[in-house]
């Protein structure tokens, strides 16, 4: 009786364990294994972004100064044909997250003459290929793509 009892309660209550293989056994791959990663990743410098993010000027004689804090993000190439997670895995940093930089520069104006003293983002630069592999098979789907990581500042100074 004992016996019957343990058989009876087994079949009507599966654990778990035995309900998840069955699943993984009954699942089936659909279409191709496709992945893309990142080949040829290197860094190739640094580069000073086009945009001013600070300002300062004035008629001298002065010091135009510049002290601030900016949180900058991540630069990507146009139309790069792989995830933010493969670039991120590729280039070794977060390309979603931002970075903070800061911003601390001074120029002294000579007596008479106007000058502006601009601050714009300095970027580490990595130039990389992206790479598709389907079925085994892999073959270079893109050349010559970058991404810029903000590093700190450059700064340009005119005067009239």
Known sequence: MGLLGMTTSAQAAPSAEHTSIASVKSAKIVGPIEFKRLI????IGTSCGKP???SASGRGKMTLRIDDTRSVGTVLSKHIDASKGVI?????WDVTKSHSITVSGAKEVPSGKYGTLNAHT???????????SIDGKTRTIQKGKKAYKPIGVC???TQK
């Open 88 to 92: 991120s895995a590729g280039v070794g």
């Open 40 to 43: 040829n990743v290197h860094s």
């Open 122 to 132: 300095k970027y580490a630069v990595k130039k990389f290929d992206v790479q598709l």
């Open 52 to 54: 001013v993010i600070a």
């Open 155 to 157: 700064f340009t100074y």
